[in-house]
């Protein structure tokens, strides 16, 4: 059984922390997301990696980084947490070829006060 | 980034109603999928659709990709209060990226 997943369900931390969301994967995919999901906003790319060491911006990446050190392993980094980057965040892997299923992990609630 | 249109955005019906779902865009996809979330979970894959004109079924739920592939449709019959869910629509463009319709949220009561 295919499975994703992400460290946390729930999160709280405080303005200025550093944040570290951390998503596996054991399907030996190569390629991984991470997407944030807000009310009447859907879902959202924020970095995508297609190989180790890879990574490419999606189209809100601002206040947001990325490692992928391990194929299996890619880690979403807030540097300064912000009370506008509560939102719920999802990780999904993918092999690597265009347009095909993604599969996602559980998510993960981020509150930041 | 391509844009994938929803609608409706909210739908209540009770047990035993037919309901379709819209995805449009102004762009071609080479394919276009369906997902289905539930509350606090992530979305999990119901269709994939490739062919222009196509039409998958699986189960209650039919699916179809407009001929100019820029669309598609999902169609419940008989919805029944396990289908409640929010119903997104993705589909990429050249890279490896699937880019997600805002999603139709979906509650079926008995």
């Known amino acids: 059984d295919v499975k994703v997943t992400q460290s946390s369900r729930y999160l709280v931390k405080r303005t200025g922390e550093k944040v570290f969301l951390e998503c596996v994967q054991d399907?030996?995919?190569?390629?991984m997301f991470w997407y944030r999901q807000d009310p009447g906003l859907g879902l959202r790319l924020i970095y995508f990696?297609?190989?180790?060491?890879?990574?490419e911006k999606g189209d809100i990446p601002e206040g947001y980084s990325v490692s992928r050190e391990k194929k299996e392993r890619f880690s979403l980094i807030l540097e300064s947490a912000s009370t506008n980057q509560t939102s719920m965040y999802l990780c999904a892997s993918s092999i690597l070829r265009t347009v095909t299923e993604a599969f996602f992990g559980q998510g993960t609630r981020l509150t930041v006060v | 980034t391509q844009l994938l249109e929803q609608s409706p955005q909210f739908l209540s019906i009770q047990e035993g109603e037919n309901l379709t779902v819209y995805c449009n865009s102004s762009s071609v996809f080479s394919s276009l999928q369906w997902y289905r979330q539930e509350p606090g979970e992530g979305p999990v894959l119901l269709v994939t659709v490739v062919t222009g004109g196509e039409v998958k079924k699986l189960k209650r739920l039919t699916f179809q990709f407009g001929d100019a592939r820029k669309d598609s449709s999902l169609h419940i019959t008989a919805a029944q209060p396990g289908d409640t869910g929010l119903y997104l629509c993705?589909?990429?463009?050249?890279?490896?990226?699937?880019?997600f319709g805002k999603g139709t949220s979906l509650l079926v009561t008995p």
């Open positions: 399907m030996d995919h190569e390629n």
């Open positions: 993705a589909g990429g463009d050249s890279g490896y990226a699937l880019n």
């Open positions: 990696s297609y190989d180790v060491k890879m990574k």
